[in-house]
């Protein structure tokens, strides 16, 4: 798991199929309403947030693309919290979390530089004749791979840990459910009694609402508790009501 690909698509798989949930809500192969469909999306993208923000344990060293600490071959979680999300969502620790689709088993294409030649695509395997320069591959005996690139495979990584169709929420997927309603309900609610308008439209006062969710959305992944969050979510309700009737 110390690849960051390999802890986004666990996070993936938490937040869809162990929970229940799946592609259909993306790709309208359900006939939901406006509003649900965008909250299941919501519940996706937060709950992605909140594993990867708990696989970094007490510390919260699991880095996020851009953060200082960020290594995509190397980066930092902690395996107490890694093991506490697979009992949560019934995943076996074990579990292989690469994508192996497409060329090289999800590596990508490869590209070879020959002497006095620049780099180009090939057909050839990895691992195989063709080497890397700490491998020992060398331009001037033709074999010094340039580089692997993502292909077209590369867009299905997602589409690989996310069940088409689904029978419905198990019961992680029932708390964490809770959870998202809580945060999203929070967000929406606090983001427009903060601002005073709705979140809706493309006014200025709008766009502003829309701002302070993204807001509201950071804190709830970074500073989630279960009380806290109720607290909250009944305060951000009273204050709504209270903004609308005066």
Known sequence: MMYWDQELNFAGFCA??????????????????????????????FTIRRVLYEMGGIQNSSALPGDPAFNRYNNPYDKASYFRLCGEFGVEPSTDFRFIAGANKGLGD????????????????????NKF??????????????????GRDAARQFDWFVPITSN???QAGLARINQSIEAYVY??????????????GDGGRA??????????LEESISKYDPAASVQRYQLAIVFA???ITR
């Open 16 to 45: 869809t199929q162990a929970c229940g949930v799946s592609k259909e809500v993306f790709d309208q192969g359900l006939e939901m309403t406006p509003q649900i469909r965008a909250f299941y999306q919501f519940h996706v993208y």
């Open 110 to 129: 490869l590209y070879v530089y020959a002497s006095g030649a620049g780099p180009s695509k090939t057909d050839y395997k990895y691992p195989g004749w």
């Open 133 to 150: 320069s700490d491998e020992g591959g060398k331009a001037i005996k033709g074999d010094l791979i340039y580089e692997i690139k993502p």
């Open 168 to 170: 419905g929420l198990t």
């Open 187 to 200: 967000c929406i609610l606090g983001s427009q009694a903060n601002v005073m308008s709705s979140i809706i």
């Open 207 to 216: 766009k502003e609402a829309q701002t302070d969710f993204l807001v509201l």
């Open 241 to 243: 009501i209270k903004k």
